[in-house]
């Protein structure tokens, strides 16, 4: 992937629900969807990235696994989900970061959140309704 064009990348949290994640990669369209994965969640996130190659039309190298997310832990939690925002924005620098905060656990999703929406780098933060089929913005990022 060339990495001095401006794209997407979504970050989302395995879940056992995988339409938490699916609605916002099938509307959204990233370049890139990357999911932190708990060992609890490891074949659910599995799952997914088979989904979404088979029927998102996503090449397997466009959707990264991340191991290793605590399932517990605030400052575990926290410490995972900033050292992924820093590889993230090592690896893809100049892609537009959101993150799908619907996956995980509560713990999961109050720490990541916390994290993203301190960097100016994450343009936005989704969640799923998926009992309505809805994507919500619940945080939007403007560039000055």
């Given at each position: 992937?060339?990495?001095?064009?401006?794209?997407?990348?979504?970050?989302?949290?395995a879940t056992q629900q995988n339409a938490a994640n699916i609605l916002p990669v099938m509307t959204v369209r990233p370049d890139v969807v990357v999911v932190a994965v708990s060992e609890e969640m490891k074949a659910r996130g599995?799952?997914?990235?088979?989904?979404l190659q088979k029927h998102g039309d996503f090449q397997p190298e466009h959707i990264v696994l991340k191991h290793d997310l605590p399932s517990h832990g605030?400052?575990?939690?926290?410490?995972?989900?900033?050292?992924?925002?820093?590889?993230?924005?090592d690896q893809w620098s100049g892609y537009r970061l959101i993150l799908n905060a619907t996956g995980g656990n509560k713990l999961m999703t109050l720490a990541f959140v916390n994290v993203f929406r301190q960097d100016e780098d994450?343009?936005?933060?989704?969640?799923?309704?998926?009992?309505?089929?809805?994507?919500?913005?619940?945080?939007?990022?403007?560039?000055?």
């Open positions: 992937m060339n990495t001095t064009d401006c794209g997407t990348v979504m970050v989302c949290i599995d799952a997914l990235k088979q989904w605030v400052n575990r939690i926290t410490d995972y989900a900033l050292n992924l925002l820093i590889d993230l924005k994450v343009e936005k933060i989704l969640y799923t309704d998926t009992d309505n089929n809805e994507l919500e913005v619940i945080e939007p990022k403007f560039s000055s």
